[in-house]
Structures are given as C-alpha cells and as structure tokens.
C-alpha cells in the first residue's frame, strides 16, 4: 500500500511539468480516479489506474482538485482525476489490424490495457478525438468498437 499525505503541487504547474513528461515517456505516470462522494473527504482508499492501493490522507485545510500530484520520485507519479475512469474497449479483426491498431495506439501515446483479444484505451480526451484517429479503421470493419465507458 502507498501513503499518500497532502497534495505536492498541480501537474499545470511549471515546476512539476518537465519531470511529469518524462514520466509519461517511461510510462510512470499512474491515475488515481475519486469518484464525486470522495472529493471531499479527508481519508480514503482507492486504487490507481495500475492497481496500486492508495491510502490518502489531508489534514483539515486540505483542498483536493483535479490534476493535483500526489506523489513524485523518478520513476513514478500519482495524478488526481475526479470522476470514475473513462475506458473505450477495441477489438482487432485480425492480426494485421492488430499490428495497425497497436501502432496508432503507441505512436498517439494513448494508455492502453490489454482486455481479452482487445484493447481497452483510457480516455484523457473526448471519445470522438481518439475515434477520429482510427476512423479509417472503424470503417473498413478493420477493428471493432465493444463500447464505452464515457
């Protein structure tokens, strides 16, 4: 389990935005969602986006808003999102889709789970910014949409 007490900074700020992109190139940045009934609560316990069980503690003049950092080393950063996780879930047709898949994927720097035989894509952005990516794809039946958790 990860304690965490306090908030260190906001990911906007400048002095924590060279150090968070190269975590996302090392992909060392993990999420912690707090669903609406959480946000105001002292102490609590959630999982991050990779599973790390998180004890999180403020003392009263605490405040928690979205994009705080609430942990920083060198190889791995705790991010605040509100809300609950966003997932779009793909499936391949076949392994050459697979592959075209993958690749846009890797090269958008999208975060990505393996699901099954799929693909499961956490969203940052609106669904239809990453659709919009991959539409040729969708539309030549290449890959398939399993739906959304949005």
């Not at 946000?39 to 959630?46: E, I």
């Not at 605490?62 to 609430?70: A, F, I, P, T």
């Not at 993958?102 to 239809?128: K, S």
Request: aromatic share 8%; glycine share 10%.
């Amino acid at each position: 389990m990860l304690r965490l007490h306090g908030v260190l900074g906001h990911s906007s700020d400048p002095s924590f935005r060279g150090r968070l992109h190269r975590l996302e190139h090392s992909d060392g940045i993990e999420l912690l969602f707090v669903p609406p009934e959480d946000v105001g609560r002292r102490r609590f316990r959630a999982d991050t986006d990779r599973g790390t069980d998180c004890a999180v503690s403020f003392d009263r003049d605490g405040d928690l808003q979205d994009g705080d950092v609430l942990y920083l080393d060198e190889a791995r950063a705790v991010i605040v999102r509100f809300g609950a996780e966003k997932v779009w879930r793909l499936r391949p047709r076949d392994q050459a889709a697979a592959l075209k898949l993958g690749w846009n994927a890797g090269n958008l720097h999208w975060r990505v789970r393996f699901d099954g035989d799929g693909l499961a894509i956490l969203l940052d952005a609106p669904l239809e910014t990453y659709r919009a990516r991959v539409r040729s794809l969708l539309e030549d039946g290449s890959v398939e949409e399993l739906g959304a958790d949005v």
